[in-house]
Nanobody
Framework: QVQLVESGGGLVQDGGALRRACAASGSIFRLNTMYWYRQAPGYQRELVAS???????NYADSVKGRFTISRDNAKNTVYLQMNSLKRQDTAAYYC?????????WGKGTLVTVSS
């Protein structure tokens, strides 16, 4: 069983920054690509960023240059640093991993960007 426990997030002003963290259980963490998704009210869940076990990253066009995904394999933790936040970044953010074809999600935390 894989557990993803998230922290961070909350309310921030337009142009501000937040960091989210996701701690994964088990030694499988270092073998897996990790993902951050988000879902804004009334919209489908979308992929924000991913990072492979080797550290290769990918980002949605909407967050490139503003968000950074990273991981600390020693701590089984993946991070999402969000800078220059905009109101359209307001959403619930979820950590995700796929292990042996099973999809695991964190509980998600709302990030609200106010003007």
């Amino acid at each position: 069983q894989v557990q993803l426990v998230e922290s961070g997030g909350g309310l921030v002003q337009d142009g501000g920054a937040l960091r989210r963290a996701c701690a994964a259980s088990g030694s499988i963490f270092r073998l897996n690509t990790m993902y951050w998704y988000r879902q804004a009210p009334g919209y489908q869940r979308e992929l924000v960023a991913s990072i492979t076990s080797g550290g290769t990253t990918n980002y949605a066009d909407s967050v490139k240059g503003r968000f950074t995904i990273s991981r600390d394999n020693a701590k089984n933790t993946v991070y999402l640093q969000m800078n220059s936040l905009k109101r359209q970044d307001t959403a619930a953010y979820y950590c995700n991993a796929v292990v042996a074809l099973v999809v695991y999600w964190g509980k998600g935390t709302l990030v609200t960007v106010s003007s």
